[in-house]
């Protein structure tokens, strides 16, 4: 080439070497070297020159010439020329393999980054051999610090043993083994499963997978298994909400564990359970939390909307979530999550937990969580269903005792406290109370109570005028307290305060549009009335009005009744007196035979009805001498045969007399058969021994020792020894022997005095 214009246009073509003599006409072998170089051309250069000194040589080296040779040794071209072309042939192979490697590194980098394994090569003896880059979050320490050193430095002992044992058995094998383990790493646990294969005759390939996830959702699947199992037996809202917790606490974080069902009247949470730190906390100190966006409880009322669950970490959100209605702790948490329970396509009710540690709650957990917790609803709804059965048929039984108790004609005590006893057991209330309703004086006034602690309730009467209770009355309608007697300080006053009241409820007793009374209700707790709780008091205040109703129709009556008695009762001393008057030496007889025949009948364990019977029968014992001729009657001298005829048959006459009168045919054994004697003697049907009633049989003896011991217009009377020894000589003639001990007795303890 002449110049470097020509050489750089011979340089457009590919060549496989150049040979440049060192000295050309217009530019330099080195420059041509320069030039070969720069355009980045990488074929041999060999320089050829007649004189070229040691240094230019050298130069001409560093600068990328392949060799040089003098003119004078041109033998040497031929094998120089072969070797510059094998060694570019070399160095081509070289590049091709470098980039070959270079691409399968590349792809090694990719798919280590790629993998989710960490792979490792161990000795037979548990000594990291070799650690691909992947995941050094999952290893023990940093890779430098593990290579070359034993598994038993890091792992426990006993964990160590039984993987070394894990890698000798493979080795002797020959067989990949998979294994699962826990390791403790970054003070978390994380669980991997490993595949252990054999890589050469004293190592083994180890590709181990973080699987705690895995681990996690089974053991989910595993608790929530055995929630469900434990769940199922059970029928009471607090042991399911317990039970449902203390299988929660081992997955996920509920220092706070709360369950609020819906309450649809008012639409409101009533809180059903509630735990802080494993301690059950008394719900029925909560308030119902009404379900309204512009109060606290408002993030509740968002998730049962939304029928979705929701995680909020701000105080604020927190305080208005259940916890919110716990002043002293809710502002030591920090996380909190809300659930809804839906059981058959419909919310009924929330679960919220709450952590004091921050993001303790995660989207991912919410889905496992909402499983959980519709479990929890549903368990809860089966047990609500099984305590509504059971509570109808609590009700039912409450109704036939307290109808029982109607029927069995109880006295009105006896009936109200078996009303009140079914009202406070099945209403659960601590205190109840009849008040009844006095038409009179319009007022209501106590009847009856349970539960009470002091007596203030049985002052009670309350005026339709000037009482708030009578809104009750008024209204005809249930009421609360806070309706009808506004502040509880109402029951802090004078002797209300001893009993604890701090709720109250009233329902007015109706019948046929009259009213009746009230049935006040009182709690010393919270108090929650759903609607079957209204329903059941609503009945049962039915039948307490009919209770009512029907014991002041029997008092009544019994007033009606002891009146009519009495006014008989009079009638009967009137006619008694009526005799003594007629027959003037009886006067005074039927009082005085009267009280003995009474001691006797007392004494011989009569009953207070059968001696009712015997005190008229006494009264009434010559009744039928009203048939008997004054004449006859009044008569000084002794009668003749056909006078006693006429005056023996006033017992007859008595019988005919008062046996049509129902109210004295109990009555008739006196008048009837006082005259009959115990040998069978007597008169009018000559009846003998037990033959003779009981009651005439002692009228019998007190009639002849009062009349012996009475003074008579035709005799004075005897004394007592003589009258007792006729007495003792008439046993078992004319008297019952058995009385006549009796009727001794009682004289000589002066019971018949």
Same mark, same amino acid.
């Given at each position: 080439?002449?110049?470097?214009?020509?050489?750089?246009?011979?340089?457009?073509?590919?060549?496989?070497?150049?040979?440049?003599?060192? $000295?050309?006409?217009?530019?330099?072998?080195?420059?041509?070297?320069?030039?070969?170089?720069?355009?980045?051309?990488?074929?041999?250069?060999?320089?050829?020159?007649?004189?070229?000194?040691?240094?230019?040589?050298?130069?001409?080296?560093?600068?990328?010439?392949?060799?040089?040779?003098?003119? /004078?040794?041109?033998?040497?071209?031929?094998?120089?020329?072969?070797? +510059?072309?094998?060694?570019?042939?070399?160095?081509?192979?070289?590049?091709?393999?470098?980039?070959?490697?270079?691409?399968?590194?590349?792809?090694?980098?990719?798919?280590?980054?790629?993998?989710?394994?960490?792979?490792?090569?161990?000795?037979?003896?548990?000594?990291?051999?070799?650690? !691909?880059?992947?995941?050094?979050?999952?290893?023990?320490?940093?890779?430098?610090?593990?290579?070359?050193?034993?598994?038993?430095?890091?792992?426990?002992?006993?964990?160590?043993?039984?993987?070394?044992?894990?890698?000798?058995?493979?080795?002797?094998?020959?067989?990949?083994?998979?294994?699962?383990?826990?390791?403790?790493?970054?003070?978390?646990?994380?669980?991997?499963?490993?595949?252990?294969?054999?890589?050469?005759?004293?190592?083994?390939?180890?590709?181990?997978?973080?699987?705690?996830?895995?681990?996690?959702?089974?053991? =989910?699947?595993?608790?929530?298994?055995?929630?469900?199992?434990?769940?199922?037996?059970? %029928?009471?809202?607090?042991?399911?909400?317990? +039970?449902?917790?203390?299988?929660?606490?081992?997955?996920?974080?509920?220092?706070?564990?709360?369950? !609020?069902?819906?309450?649809?009247?008012?639409?409101?949470?009533?809180?059903?359970?509630?735990?802080?730190?494993?301690?059950?906390?008394?719900?029925?100190?909560?308030?119902?939390?009404?379900?309204?966006?512009?109060?606290?409880?408002?993030?509740?009322?968002?998730?049962?909307?939304?029928?979705?669950?929701?995680?909020?970490?701000?105080?604020?959100?927190?305080?208005?979530?259940?916890?919110?209605?716990?002043?002293? *702790?809710?502002?030591?948490?920090?996380?909190?999550?809300?659930?809804?329970?839906?059981?058959?396509?419909?919310?009924?009710?929330?679960?919220?937990?709450?952590?004091?540690?921050?993001?303790?709650?995660?989207?991912?957990?919410?889905?496992?969580?909402?499983?959980?917790?519709?479990?929890?609803?549903?368990?809860?709804?089966?047990? #609500?269903?099984?305590?509504?059965?059971?509570?109808?048929?609590?009700?039912? #039984?409450?109704?036939?005792?307290?109808?029982? +108790?109607?029927?069995?004609?109880?006295?009105?005590?006896?009936?109200?406290?078996?009303?009140?006893?079914?009202?406070?057991?099945?209403?659960?209330?601590?205190?109840?109370?009849?008040? *009844?309703?006095?038409?009179? $004086?319009?007022?209501?006034?106590?009847?009856?109570?349970?539960?009470?602690?002091?007596?203030?309730?049985?002052?009670?009467?309350?005026?339709?005028?000037? /009482?708030?209770?009578?809104?009750?009355?008024? %209204?005809?309608?249930?009421?609360?307290?806070?309706?009808?007697?506004?502040?509880?300080?109402?029951?802090?006053?004078?002797?209300?305060?001893?009993?604890?009241?701090?709720?109250?409820?009233?329902?007015?007793?109706?019948?046929?549009?009259?009213?009746?009374?009230?049935?006040?209700?009182?709690?010393?707790?919270?108090?929650?009335?759903?609607?079957?709780?209204?329903?059941?008091?609503?009945?049962?205040?039915?039948?307490?009005?009919?209770?009512?109703?029907?014991?002041?129709?029997?008092?009544?009556?019994?007033?009606?009744?002891?009146?009519?008695?009495?006014?008989?009762?009079?009638?009967?001393?009137?006619?008694?007196?009526?005799?003594?008057?007629?027959?003037?030496?009886?006067?005074?007889?039927?009082?005085?035979?009267?009280?003995?025949?009474? =001691?006797?009948?007392?004494?011989?364990?009569?009953?207070?009805?059968?001696? =009712?019977?015997?005190?008229?029968?006494?009264?009434?014992?010559?009744?039928?001498?009203?048939?008997?001729?004054?004449?006859?009657?009044?008569?000084?001298?002794?009668?003749?045969?056909?006078?006693?005829?006429? #005056?023996? %048959?006033?017992?007859? #006459?008595?019988?005919?007399?008062?046996?049509?009168?129902?109210?004295?045919?109990?009555?008739? /054994?006196?008048?009837?058969?006082?005259?009959?004697?115990?040998?069978?003697?007597?008169?009018?049907?000559?009846?003998?021994?037990?033959?003779?009633?009981?009651?005439?049989?002692?009228?019998?003896?007190?009639?002849?020792?009062?009349?012996?011991? $009475? /003074?008579?217009?035709?005799?004075?009377?005897?004394?007592?020894? =003589?009258?007792?020894?006729?007495?003792?000589?008439?046993?078992?003639?004319?008297?019952?022997?058995?009385?006549?001990?009796?009727?001794?007795?009682?004289?000589?303890?002066?019971?018949?005095?």
């Amino acid at each position: 080439m002449e110049t470097e214009a020509d050489y750089l246009q011979a340089l457009e073509q590919p060549y496989d070497l150049i040979l440049s003599d060192w $000295s050309l006409p217009q530019f330099s072998g080195l420059r041509a070297l320069q030039i070969t170089r720069e355009r980045g051309l990488d074929c041999p250069f060999i320089i050829i020159s007649g004189s070229i000194g040691e240094e230019a040589a050298v130069a001409a080296m560093r600068q990328g010439a392949y060799d040089y040779l003098l003119k /004078d040794r041109l033998d040497r071209l031929g094998q120089a020329v072969k070797n +510059a072309l094998e060694q570019k042939r070399i160095h081509e192979e070289y590049q091709k393999t470098s980039r070959a490697l270079e691409a399968s590194e590349a792809e090694l980098r990719a798919l280590f980054a790629a993998m989710r394994d960490v792979v490792l090569v161990l000795d037979r003896e548990g000594v990291y051999l070799k650690i !691909a880059p992947t995941h050094p979050e999952l290893l023990l320490r940093p890779a430098e610090e593990l290579l070359g050193k034993r598994l038993d430095e890091f792992c426990p002992p006993e964990q160590a043993r039984s993987l070394v044992q894990t890698i000798r058995r493979v080795l002797e094998t020959r067989k990949t083994e998979i294994i699962e383990y826990e390791l403790t790493i970054g003070g978390r646990s994380i669980w991997f499963e490993t595949a252990v294969s054999p890589m050469t005759a004293e190592s083994v390939i180890w590709v181990a997978r973080d699987i705690s996830e895995r681990k996690r959702s089974m053991r =989910r699947q595993e608790a929530l298994a055995a929630m469900g199992r434990d769940l199922a037996s059970l %029928r009471d809202l607090t042991a399911i909400a317990r +039970a449902a917790q203390r299988s929660l606490e081992p997955m996920i974080g509920c220092t706070y564990f709360a369950v !609020a069902l819906i309450n649809h009247e008012p639409r409101a949470l009533q809180i059903v359970y509630a735990a802080l730190e494993g301690v059950e906390l008394d719900v029925r100190l909560y308030p119902l939390l009404e379900l309204d966006q512009n109060r606290p409880g408002s993030i509740c009322a968002q998730v049962i909307e939304a029928r979705k669950p929701l995680i909020f970490n701000d105080p604020v959100s927190i305080q208005n979530g259940l916890i919110g209605l716990l002043n002293s *702790r809710g502002e030591e948490m920090r996380s909190a999550c809300c659930l809804p329970m839906v059981a058959e396509e419909r919310v009924v009710g929330l679960v919220e937990l709450q952590s004091p540690k921050e993001g303790e709650y995660t989207p991912e957990d919410l889905e496992w969580l909402s499983v959980a917790v519709n479990q929890i609803g549903l368990s809860i709804q089966n047990a #609500m269903l099984f305590a509504r059965e059971q509570q109808r048929v609590s009700e039912l #039984m409450a109704l036939q005792k307290i109808d029982s +108790a109607v029927v069995a004609h109880l006295s009105p005590q006896q009936t109200l406290e078996i009303l009140l006893d079914q009202v406070v057991g099945t209403l659960r209330v601590d205190a109840a109370a009849i008040l *009844r309703f006095n038409p009179a $004086s319009r007022t209501l006034e106590y009847a009856y109570g349970r539960g009470f602690r002091t007596p203030a309730i049985e002052s009670t009467r309350l005026s339709l005028e000037d /009482d708030l209770t009578m809104q009750t009355v008024l %209204r005809r309608r249930i009421l609360h307290g806070r309706e009808l007697r506004g502040e509880t300080d109402f029951f802090k006053q004078g002797a209300w305060g001893g009993e604890g009241f701090n709720s109250y409820l009233a329902v007015p007793l109706v019948s046929d549009a009259r009213l009746i009374g009230v049935c006040e209700l009182y709690h010393r707790v919270g108090f929650y009335a759903d609607a079957d709780w209204l329903r059941m008091l609503e009945t049962l205040a039915g039948q307490a009005a009919l209770v009512v109703e029907h014991l002041q129709i029997f008092q009544d009556l019994q007033r009606l009744n002891a009146e009519l008695l009495k006014a008989y009762d009079d009638t009967i001393a009137g006619w008694s007196q009526a005799m003594d008057l007629r027959d003037k030496e009886t006067e005074n007889h039927t009082r005085r035979v009267t009280e003995l025949t009474v =001691r006797l009948a007392r004494e011989l364990g009569m009953s207070e009805e059968q001696i =009712r019977h015997v005190r008229r029968g006494a009264l009434l014992h010559d009744i039928g001498k009203l048939g008997v001729p004054d004449a006859i009657l009044s008569k000084v001298d002794a009668l003749t045969a056909e006078e006693w005829e006429i #005056m023996r %048959r006033h017992p007859q #006459m008595a019988y005919e007399m008062l046996s049509p009168i129902e109210y004295l045919r109990a009555a008739l /054994d006196i008048p009837y058969c006082h005259h009959e004697k115990w040998d069978g003697s007597g008169y009018p049907r000559g009846l003998k021994g037990e033959e003779i009633p009981l009651a005439a049989r002692m009228f019998a003896l007190a009639d002849v020792y009062d009349a012996l011991t $009475s /003074d008579r217009p035709y005799r004075k009377a005897w004394s007592r020894a =003589r009258a007792l020894n006729y007495l003792r000589e008439q046993a078992g003639k004319h008297f019952d022997p058995n009385l006549v001990e009796v009727f001794f007795s009682l004289l000589q303890t002066g019971e018949l005095e």
